[in-house]
């Protein structure tokens, strides 16, 4: 059940909420119905401040999407309020995006909360310790969802209800995707493209980071380093290659250009003084788009259009919670400063020098006007939400897109989905991104990557191939770096360690068919496909204490290596499996495994059918016409899916896709359609059956 409780007199509206008419509206004392007791009061500041005791004291908190720090999220202090920070040490906060729903789970008593204000607000998750949670926002009011259920699978799907379902991406976007800040040239883009090809190494997408654009300018190309960009569009889609690119928010003010002559003193943010509001990113002074206006949207959408008409087949929105290096307030401020003080005053100086980092961190919320008049601090938690929604209706209606966005709010699930940002190529970081992946499921978005070998920093060919073998289970798998830091292509590093990247990389192809299955699957129940290992397995009291390992779907268990220097790992196991690397079942429990530099610990479940293929240099639109179905019975007994649809629109939405449930039992398989709907091509399927005494194999057709 769903109750609404509205605090103030909310000015604002995020629009992350699509359905209502399941959601009961109860007033404050409702509280006193669940809880033991609460508060709210306003403070000065304009701050307004909800508290609640709890009854049970000593659950767990998850949630909060890619927030660093601990996976539960018990004991902390957290801030909304989107902001470009590329530290990602473990008690950074806040970070880009802001989802602040959590879900509570004790023995006994399960809910989650959804606390929807796009503004300034922070979330006490009981740091006193005393069984307390506290909620304040500087604004005029909130809505606060409750979702009360007896099991996590339904709170998300109740949460994904009121903000809405997952967008599909395309079938190709599950195929190994290379990037680099940057690709400088349209012959480096090209010799990139021909390597993967030339040393068979699969590869589907091929990103575009800013030096691809005229000067940093949105949604213009180079003409010194890519004057036949479009021969080159060509010659990478003749390759089976898809490209993405980048898209920030700023637009440079410029005179003749287009893109800021049609948009100046109409649809850019304002200052308080009612004139354009400008600040400094890549292209120099810059000028940003109101993307909570409709209009400005539709205007976006277009530009996007002739981009995508061109032959870009992706984008990625960066630098949107808004990101600004500094403003001309700013920098007068500063200058003002800097003239009293000389050499000799030291700290002093250095303070000055800093300001400007301290005032990007408070992201200018009372400098910046809407042009509804509205305060940026009320809306500044959307404005990468916006942007997306913009960039989404550049596309055709019924095309799936590849779109992922740094910033994000609650709901950007319906528009695409999103990337952890600036990691750093550390060891810490592929725990961390193991669990913001995580996370982030359990705030309902399923489509989400990180970069993998990290995107700060030097990466070690160790490192990068455990960064490889996490990311080769995620929905996006997606490979970049920064400038000035090392090359990461698979043949950037010695040959030994190449190879190795190669065979995970392949191995992901092999994987595609059970990884789109349970994607797929997903979208349309509201699974999320990576998740904790809690989510089907609630009643094992360990789950909740278990987060270096994961679920992928509900049949396969990953347990990464993010040590150096390791070739052995613990792994619980919720049920007996089949250790996929040895091939032998192991019990429930713990168990000490081999995790040699070229393998990643994986199982399936006992009781599950997984479906692969042999591995390919590009994804198509389908799989191969012959796959292998790994059938684990260890008492002769499972069941597994296969989904198939057109795999780049949204006709599934209409039905169209077919739904098989495999049924193993004592020898005889058994193809049960649960949902035809598309048009079915046939496949040779070879069964590979691991039961507790052998290993037997057969053909069959369908």
């Not at 003749?238 to 920030?248: Q, T």
Request: overall charge positive; aromatic content about 16%.
């Amino acid at each position: 059940m769903i109750y609404k409780i509205t605090y103030g007199v909310p000015d604002v509206s995020s629009e992350a909420i699509v359905n209502e008419k399941k959601v009961k509206v109860v007033f404050l004392e409702f509280l006193n119905k669940i809880f033991d007791g609460y508060s709210f009061e306003k403070l000065d500041g304009g701050f307004l401040e909800l508290k609640i005791s709890l009854k049970e004291k000593t659950g767990y908190y998850f949630g909060f999407g890619d927030k660093v720090g601990p996976f539960n999220r018990k004991g902390r202090k957290y801030v909304f309020w989107n902001t470009d920070d590329f530290t990602h040490h473990p008690g950074a906060d806040p970070l880009y995006k802001s989802f602040p729903f959590f879900i509570y789970i004790t023995k006994n008593f399960k809910f989650g909360v959804f606390t929807d204000y796009p503004g300034f607000m922070e979330i006490d998750l009981d740091s006193e310790g005393i069984g307390e949670i506290s909620f304040r926002i500087k604004g005029e009011g909130f809505n606060q969802y409750i979702i009360l259920e007896d099991n996590v699978k339904r709170i998300l799907k109740n949460y994904l209800y009121l903000t809405g379902k997952n967008v599909a991406f395309p079938f190709w976007s599950f195929g190994y995707q290379q990037s680099r800040w940057s690709y400088f040239t349209q012959d480096e883009v090209l010799k990139v493209a021909e390597e993967f090809r030339e040393r068979g190494i699969p590869c589907d997408v091929i990103w575009l980071d800013i030096d691809y654009m005229d000067k940093y300018k949105v949604f213009t190309w180079s003409q010194e380093n890519f004057p036949n960009h479009r021969e080159m569009l060509k010659k990478l889609h003749d390759m089976g290659f898809k490209v993405s690119a980048i898209l920030d928010p700023g637009v440079k003010v410029e005179k003749g250009y287009d893109v800021f002559e049609e948009a100046k003193e109409k649809y850019f943010l304002r200052d308080k003084t009612g004139k354009d509001f400008e600040g400094a990113v890549w292209p120099g002074r810059v000028r940003f788009p109101d993307f909570s206006e409709r209009k400005v949207r539709s205007w976006w959408g277009k530009k996007v259009k002739k981009l995508f008409d061109g032959g870009i087949d992706g984008f990625w929105n960066d630098m949107n919670e808004i990101a600004i290096f500094a403003s001309e307030k700013d920098l007068e401020n500063v200058s003002e400063k800097l003239k009293c003080l000389k050499l000799e005053d030291g700290i002093k100086v250095a303070g000055a020098l800093g300001e400007i980092g301290e005032i990007k961190k408070k992201g200018r919320g009372d400098e910046i006007i809407h042009l509804s008049g509205k305060e940026h601090y009320k809306l500044k938690n959307i404005y990468g939400f916006n942007m997306i929604r913009a960039t989404f209706g550049g596309f055709p209606k019924n095309k799936r897109k590849l779109l992922i966005t740094r910033s994000a709010y609650s709901g950007v699930q319906r528009y695409g989905g999103v990337w952890t940002g600036d990691n750093h190529s550390w060891w810490e970081h592929i725990l961390l991104e193991m669990q913001r992946i995580n996370s982030l499921s359990l705030v309902g978005v399923f489509n989400t990557g990180f970069d993998v070998g990290g995107f700060g920093g030097n990466v070690s060919p160790e490192l990068m191939i455990r960064f490889m073998q996490l990311g080769l289970f995620m929905p996006l798998f997606r490979n970049h770096s920064a400038i000035g830091t090392r090359r990461q292509e698979p043949w950037s590093f010695a040959k030994e360690y190449e190879d190795v990247m190669k065979k995970i990389i392949k191995y992901r192809y092999e994987l595609i068919p059970y990884l789109y299955t349970k994607y797929m699957m997903g979208i349309l129940n509201d699974t999320p496909l990576v998740v904790p290992m809690f989510y089907h397995f609630e009643k094992d009291e360990l789950s909740y204490q278990i987060f270096d390992e994961f679920l992928v779907g509900r049949d396969l268990l990953v347990a990464p290596v993010y040590n150096p220097g390791v070739n052995k790992r613990m792994v619980y196991l919720p049920k007996r499996a089949l250790d996929f690397n040895e091939k032998n079942f192991l019990k429930k429990g713990w168990h000490l495994v081999d995790a040699p530099l070229d393998k990643v610990p994986h199982f399936v479940l006992d009781g599950s059918i997984i479906f692969t293929q042999k591995p390919v240099e590009y994804l198509k639109n389908s799989y191969n016409e012959e796959l292998t179905a790994h059938i684990v019975a260890f008492n002769d007994r499972a069941i597994g899916y296969l989904y198939e649809d057109d795999g780049e629109s949204y006709n599934y939405k209409k039905g169209m896709y077919n739904i098989y449930k495999i049924v193993y039992d004592k020898g005889k398989v058994n193809i049960l359609p649960r949902k035809n709907g598309y048009v079915h091509k046939k496949r040779n399927i070879r069964f590979k059956v691991y039961t507790k005494t052998s290993l037997k194999e057969f053909d069959m057709e369908f």
